[in-house]
């Protein structure tokens, strides 16, 4: 699966070319196949696949919802995500749970 652009992936999406629970999944199984990589803290699976099947479902009633439409992020681990742990990869703030959402992810998830 490669991406040209958002806009050619969100015609592929249009067409049924690919739907977003499908580019999750694929992309799940690319950071599961290269874990040794270490380059994720931690991965969102489950809320993943919820959020694209919503999308999936939203798309069909309405299209397209918006510029980053299905498109996958990845989220540093210095960014603030409400109810999600963020350690800044340091040892010192293992276990502490973000109170709030930066306004990256904020507009993010707009």
Do not use: P, W
Request: proline share 0%.
């Amino acid at each position: 699966m490669k991406f040209q652009s958002i806009s050619k992936y969100h015609t592929d999406l249009l067409n049924g070319t690919y739907t977003c629970l499908s580019t999750v999944q694929h992309f799940l199984f690319e950071i599961q196949s290269k874990a040794h990589l270490n380059a994720f803290v931690e991965v969102y699976t489950e809320e993943a696949l919820q959020r694209a099947a919503f999308l999936d479902s939203e798309r069909s009633k309405t299209g397209i919802t918006g510029k980053l439409h299905g498109v996958i992020v990845a989220i540093k681990d210095v960014i603030c995500y409400k109810d999600y742990t963020i350690t800044a990869s340091s040892k010192i703030l293992s276990g502490f749970t973000s109170i709030y959402n930066a306004t990256a992810v904020i507009k993010l998830l707009r």
